[in-house]
């Protein structure tokens, strides 16, 4: 069974995750995308953010640290493959998307700091 004070940090991990989508999300919007999904889950893939604007589509990875730094670094490979593999159970599930540009985009996130929006982050590989 889990401790108290590991489950109090979970939640407060939790809590701090989706402050952080709901700022990235604000940001997007401000910046004309228009948000399409929040929280998407296939299985053994998550993305925080699908977000359209013009003919693109952004699957966006959302990554709130301490430093923007330690953010960067967060997407590991593993987390690069999980991702691919949701957005292409997105996609699936909504073949019109397959006119537009897709790209998987990061938004990364640091107290005192202005969000950093990386247009491209990585390789999205879908099928």
């Known amino acids: 069974?889990?401790?108290?004070?590991?489950h109090h940090a979970r939640r407060a991990a939790y809590a701090y995750g989706l402050r952080a989508e709901t700022v990235a999300t604000l940001w997007l919007r401000a910046r004309l995308y228009k948000i399409l999904a929040r929280n998407f889950r296939a299985h053994g893939?998550?993305?925080d953010i699908i977000a359209r604007r013009g003919r693109t589509i952004a699957f966006v990875e959302v990554k709130a640290r301490g430093a923007l730094d330690d953010a960067i670094i967060a997407i590991t490979p593993q987390k690069r493959r999980?991702?691919?593999f949701a957005a292409g159970r997105?996609?699936?599930?909504?073949?019109w998307a397959m006119s537009y540009t897709l790209r998987a985009d990061a938004i990364f996130l640091a107290p005192g700091r202005l969000p950093r929006h990386l247009e491209n982050a990585f390789e999205l590989r879908i099928g």
Do not use: D
Not at 90 to 95: K, L, R
């Open 1 to 6: 069974m889990m401790s108290e004070t590991k």
């Open 45 to 47: 893939g998550e993305i």
């Open 82 to 84: 999980r991702f691919s």
């Open 90 to 95: 997105w996609v699936a599930a909504n073949p």
